[in-house]
Nanobody, 115 residues
């Protein structure tokens, strides 16, 4: 199973982007899916997670600006990002944890926010 992420791009500060993630191949039985990001020179960090009952968790710095949604049965999630800031610049990765707690990663989609 591979996760395909798309929707990244270059935007000005204050702009918006929508990231999407979908699987190629067979579907996973997942506990949760989410988005992580890695900025240049920094460690990868969790941005937003959503579980099977629809509960979401967010990185503090994106609360109120990012919204995660999805259909975990179909292994598809999206991340709506508004009011983007310079510090949101990073490569964003789609992630899934299956019911055996194995993790799967997408290839990453780049988000660049400029002033």
């Amino acid at each position: 199973v591979q996760l395909q992420a798309c929707g990244g791009g270059a935007v000005r500060a204050g702009g918006s982007l929508r990231l999407s993630c979908a699987p190629s191949g067979s579907r996973l039985s997942v506990n949760r899916m989410g988005w992580y990001r890695q900025a240049p020179g920094k460690q990868r960090e969790m941005v937003a997670l959503i579980n099977r009952v629809g509960s979401a968790d967010y990185l503090d710095s994106v609360k109120g600006r990012f919204t995660i949604s999805g259909d975990l049965h179909a292994n598809t999630i999206a991340l709506e990002m508004i009011n983007l800031k310079l510090e949101d610049t990073a490569v964003y990765y789609c992630n899934a944890e299956d019911i055996w707690r194995r993790e799967y990663w997408g290839q990453g989609t780049e988000v660049t926010v400029s002033s």
